[in-house]
């Protein structure tokens, strides 16, 4: 019991230090000041294919020359109107459309898209009929889509309409936050042949009655998902930088003869993406772009600090 209650009081001491880093991070004089410093804009350029869509495209080339497959994600804040939904839906149809009109994408090109970036906060129909028609698009144009878990105040709306997405397009590709309570139970609920599957341990901050708090909790369900997946239909995509993860999904690649294929962040372990590339194994770089960099970063920081010992490292590595 005097565990659980530690445990507890220190989850929601970290809960409201994220908060309160997050609220001082996005002050608009700490915002404005920090990113439009050199330094700031220097190091989201290693993480960040780009401010704008052709950069950002000329950058996924770039990536699928070198052996790399790519997944684009569109950066900004949520719509809260419905033109504002629907211009984010035409400017991603649009992104699509570029990719497959290029043969050098063909095969290699994924969109990562937000159902909260298609208008979810503002009703769960815009959000779904602007995801059908994403994925229409991209069905049209060969190109993936796999869309995004969200956060824990709007996760079941979008898990429900990820369902019935699937219902038309079964080669969506859906995420599975294993930091959630019910990820293993999720694992074997959406496990179907062919099903494209991506784990990752979860990047937002949640009541301790939905997601785990101890990251060594965290880790032990990573693993338990990552075995569950790997000995079952579907099509898995490990999101992760964790050296532990990724040995022990080139283990059971290895043990239970089958594949799978590896997501990391741009500018994150890029000798570790090479190393897994040549020696034959598939790997999808992570391209998140757009004028909202600012906010991204500090999303990644802030929710999972120990970002901050990766993106250090590979600065380092690129020196």
């Given at each position: 019991?005097?565990?659980?209650?530690?445990?507890?009081?220190?989850?929601?001491?970290?809960?409201?230090?994220?908060?309160?880093?997050?609220?001082?991070?996005?002050?608009?004089?700490?915002?404005?000041?920090?990113?439009?410093?050199?330094?700031?804009?220097?190091?989201?350029?290693?993480?960040?294919?780009?401010?704008?869509?052709?950069?950002?495209?000329?950058?996924?080339?770039?990536?699928?020359?070198?052996?790399?497959?790519?997944?684009?994600?569109?950066?900004?804040?949520?719509?809260?109107?419905?033109?504002?939904?629907?211009?984010?839906?035409?400017?991603?149809?649009?992104?699509?459309e570029?990719?497959?009109?290029?043969?050098?994408?063909?095969?290699?090109?994924?969109?990562?898209?937000?159902?909260?970036?298609?208008g979810?906060?503002?009703?769960?129909?815009?959000?779904?009929?602007?995801?059908?028609?994403?994925?229409?698009?991209?069905?049209?144009?060969?190109?993936?889509?796999?869309?995004?878990?969200?956060?824990?105040?709007?996760?079941?709306?979008?898990?429900?309409?990820?369902?019935?997405?699937l219902?038309?397009?079964?080669?969506?590709?859906?995420?599975?936050?294993?930091?959630?309570?019910?990820?293993?139970?999720?694992?074997?609920?959406?496990?179907?042949?062919?099903?494209?599957?991506?784990?990752?341990?979860?990047?937002?901050?949640?009541?301790?009655?939905?997601?785990?708090?101890?990251?060594?909790?965290?880790?032990?369900?990573?693993?338990?998902?990552?075995?569950?997946?790997?000995?079952?239909?579907?099509?898995?995509?490990?999101?992760?930088?964790?050296?532990?993860?990724v040995?022990?999904?080139?283990?059971?690649?290895?043990?239970?003869?089958?594949?799978?294929?590896?997501?990391m962040?741009?500018?994150?372990?890029p000798?570790?993406?090479?190393?897994?590339?040549?020696?034959?194994?598939r790997?999808?770089?992570?391209?998140?772009?757009?004028?909202?960099?600012?906010?991204?970063?500090?999303?990644?920081?802030?929710?999972?600090?120990?970002?901050?010992?990766?993106?250090?490292?590979?600065?380092?590595?690129?020196?």
């Amino acid at each position: 019991m005097t565990e659980s209650r530690h445990d507890f009081r220190g989850g929601a001491l970290l809960a409201w230090g994220r908060r309160l880093a997050m609220q001082l991070a996005m002050d608009p004089t700490i915002a404005h000041k920090v990113s439009q410093s050199r330094l700031a804009r220097e190091i989201a350029a290693t993480y960040v294919a780009g401010e704008d869509v052709g950069p950002a495209i000329d950058n996924a080339a770039d990536q699928v020359l070198k052996g790399l497959d790519v997944s684009l994600h569109p950066l900004g804040p949520d719509p809260v109107d419905l033109a504002q939904a629907r211009r984010a839906m035409v400017r991603l149809c649009g992104v699509i459309e570029r990719l497959g009109a290029n043969p050098a994408f063909d095969g290699h090109a994924e969109v990562s898209i937000s159902l909260a970036a298609l208008g979810l906060r503002v009703n769960d129909d815009l959000a779904r009929d602007h995801a059908r028609q994403v994925c229409q698009v991209a069905r049209d144009n060969h190109v993936a889509v796999t869309v995004d878990d969200e956060g824990p105040d709007i996760h079941d709306r979008s898990h429900r309409i990820v369902m019935g997405l699937l219902d038309e397009y079964e080669d969506t590709g859906i995420v599975i936050q294993a930091a959630r309570h019910d990820s293993l139970m999720q694992v074997r609920e959406l496990a179907a042949p062919g099903r494209r599957i991506r784990l990752c341990k979860g990047s937002y901050t949640g009541p301790r009655s939905v997601t785990l708090i101890r990251p060594h909790d965290v880790d032990l369900r990573m693993a338990a998902c990552l075995r569950a997946l790997m000995t079952g239909p579907s099509t898995v995509m490990l999101a992760s930088h964790d050296p532990v993860f990724v040995a022990l999904g080139e283990q059971l690649m290895a043990s239970l003869g089958r594949q799978l294929e590896f997501q990391m962040l741009q500018g994150i372990r890029p000798l570790e993406q090479r190393r897994l590339v040549d020696i034959g194994h598939r790997v999808r770089v992570y391209l998140p772009y757009g004028h909202d960099w600012y906010r991204y970063c500090t999303r990644r920081i802030v929710e999972r600090p120990g970002n901050i010992w990766l993106f250090g490292r590979s600065l380092v590595e690129r020196r």
